[in-house]
């Protein structure tokens, strides 16, 4: 990213996570390629050393990520096959409301092939392989996370006609998945994938200038989302059983409205 206050762009009703599914092709990779995941991994491991949650340094060993090379995805798959029920979905481009949740509701996570160049080091537009990957895979290691995140998914594919409800699952999604904390042992640690992979949002997040909340699932569901720039705030969790609780709210909350009626044009 392009100093400390790049973020990913999206566009509306977009997700970002890129567009036509397909193989990851691992043979094409560069050594320039696996060099970038090197240097990112180790930027990133040294930044998150006694900041991130313990459920991320267990899922990054389980998970077999390394330094030394670019990530398998289908070994990748197999493991959290085995611990949790999830795989990798390889893809290139933005998907819309109805696929991304679609996948995550089926226990896939869309993950880009594509890595950043050395130019793009410190700057990229969308999520890359480092972000998808590093980011988001040791938690679904996890298994109450990744029922919670499959859960969530279900939720939304109940609700992709209603433009406020897919609002505030996005926003739930945001403020937990991509830029969540969690109190453990009386510390706070991290554990949103956003955070995980960016420089960048660390150093904004260790900066005092930007407030630390209790997570409220109302506060969450009030509070507008962009990954167009860095945080304003960021909620933390009392403990990890307010995921499943805060999506499970969500879900009785959305059931309780009208739904929306289409109209044929």
Known sequence: MKSSKARFRQEPGLFLCPTAMLEQSYQRYTSQDHLVWKVLFDRQTALLHKRACAAFWQGLAAAGLHRNALPDFGQVSERLRQATGWELEPVAGALGDADFYGLLARRRFPATVWIRSMEQFDFIEEPDLFHGVFGHVPLLMDAAFADFLQFLGHVATRHLTDAAALVRLERLYGFAVQFGLVQEKGETRLFGA???????????????????????????????????????????LSS????????????AALSAEPQPVLVAE
């Open 194 to 236: 956003g955070l995980l992979s960016s420089s960048g949002e660390i150093h904004h997040y260790l900066a005092d200038t930007a407030p630390r909340r209790p997570f409220e699932l109302a506060a969450v569901l009030d509070t507008p989302y962009s990954e167009v720039h860095l945080q304003d705030q960021y909620f933390e």
């Open 240 to 251: 990890w059983d307010q995921l499943t609780e805060s999506v499970a709210d969500l879900a």
